[in-house]
């Protein structure tokens, strides 16, 4: 009964001041929705991007160049050239090995006519189309013979054609790709089926060519920036990774005491490394909007405060009647909670419809997980009861005789 006395006290208080009410609940509003979409933005991002990778297949190795050590550096996979075709050539020819593709990746602009954009330009072999899972739905994708040819034919993504060629068949249509200095002529030989948007990836936004075309016409290099290798099953993933290993520091003429030039990932590598970055990407989007939640409960303390100082010959009067000290801290609280908590539930259902907003705009999906919600409810909660101790204190220390004769 005194919990439900000083519950109805708590309620009239805060409903004869609804204009303020909200306002103060405004900041627990925006800092829950806020916290609830950043969540929902990156284990949407981290689910989006490892169905992708899961998409390729279980049986891919990754060869990038560059060691996790260089030199004493911790320098990743990647920030070398060490990397050519010949041994993407001699990976392919290791048992247990299906095929190994030979790729490098740069952005360029690309030109017909009036229109340019700005893409993602990647020079591959032919085994691309099936080891990467690729297929074109106009046209033909390059052969093996083109690619030892150096021809300029070029297979655009989805989003390239709808940019470069809104109303037309791109089809032996020519395309100019500027990287540089460099401007060389390409001819259209296929579009690639459309995949869509997937996290930060849109394989879609890509132009394929011959990657003997790619080193020799366009970008002027002699090494390449990744070799993905199709391996004949998962369990001989490990024995292949072993044998590229050692094939490529014989190949590198690498001494012993030395760190590979090299580094190979699995597929369950490449997910083990992304979980951990996304899960840092997601704690720290998650933090900065927290801070909005960390300023509304500095709001209602505020208000708080200036609720006791409002009150005070109320709080006199309640403790010259006969009200204990427990019951003046359980009201203000219970004032603080409430707002604090209606805050908490109109910022889930805010951040719940923002999430969605946002996945439909961004091409990702919308992940709330029940974790989140509970998070964002009893975070809410948890920062009424903070803010709320020290006004309610302050109120239930309030001398009855001074607070009868405050004015």
């Known amino acids: 009964m005194r919990f439900l006395r000083n519950l109805r006290i708590a309620l009239g208080a805060l409903f004869h001041n609804k204009s303020r009410a909200f306002l103060t609940i405004l900041g627990v509003i925006i800092g829950v929705a806020a916290v609830m979409m950043m969540l929902s933005i990156g284990t949407g991002a981290e689910v989006a991007v490892t169905e992708e990778i899961k998409a390729l297949g279980s049986n891919l190795l990754l060869v990038v160049p560059g060691s996790m050590t260089a030199s004493g550096i911790r320098t990743g996979g990647g920030s070398t050239t060490s990397l050519t075709l010949d041994d993407a050539q001699a990976i392919s020819r ?17 030109i017909v006519g ?8 990647v020079g591959t072999s032919a085994s691309y189309e099936k080891v990467l899972n690729t297929s074109v739905s106009e046209g033909n994708f390059f052969s093996p013979s083109q690619v030892e040819r150096w021809e300029r034919v070029a297979l655009i993504g989805a989003t390239v054609k709808d940019n470069l060629f809104p109303d037309a068949n791109p089809i032996g249509k020519t395309i100019q790709i500027v990287n540089g200095p460099r401007r060389v002529s390409f001819r259209v030989i296929g579009v690639l089926e459309s995949k ?23 970008f002027g290099v002699k090494n390449i920036g990744s070799i993905t290798v199709e391996v004949s099953s998962p369990e001989k993933m490990d024995q292949v990774s ?58 209602i303390m505020n208000i708080m ?81 903070f803010f709320g101790i020290y006004p309610a204190q302050k109120a239930a220390s309030l001398n009855p005789i001074d607070a009868l004769r405050y004015e």
């Open 114 to 121: 009036e229109r340019n954009t700005q893409t993602s330009v």
């Open 242 to 299: 072993t044998e590229i290993s050692s094939l490529l520091r014989l190949r590198h003429n690498i001494p012993k005491d030395k760190e590979n030039d090299f580094t190979i990932f699995s597929q369950k590598d490449i997910l083990g490394t992304l979980g951990s970055v996304m899960n840092y990407f997601t704690i720290v989007l998650a933090g900065i909007a927290s801070i909005s939640l960390l300023v509304g409960g500095i709001g």
């Open 196 to 218: 869509g948007a997937s996290g930060f990836v849109n394989r879609d936004d890509q132009i394929l060519i011959p990657v003997t075309t790619a080193q020799k016409l366009l």
């Open 94 to 110: 290791i048992p247990g090995v299906v095929d190994a593709v030979p790729s490098i990746q740069r952005q360029a602009q690309v």
């Open 305 to 385: 405060l200036v609720s006791v100082t409002e009150r005070t010959r109320e709080i006199g009067l309640r403790k010259a009647i006969g009200a204990l000290k427990r019951d003046v801290v359980l009201q203000f609280l219970l004032e603080a909670i409430i707002l604090s908590t209606t805050g908490g539930i109109i910022g889930i259902i805010l951040g719940y419809g923002g999430s969605l907003i946002i996945a439909k705009i961004a091409g990702w999906p919308a992940v709330v997980t029940p974790l989140s919600i509970l998070l964002g409810f009893f975070f809410s909660m948890a920062v009424g009861l």
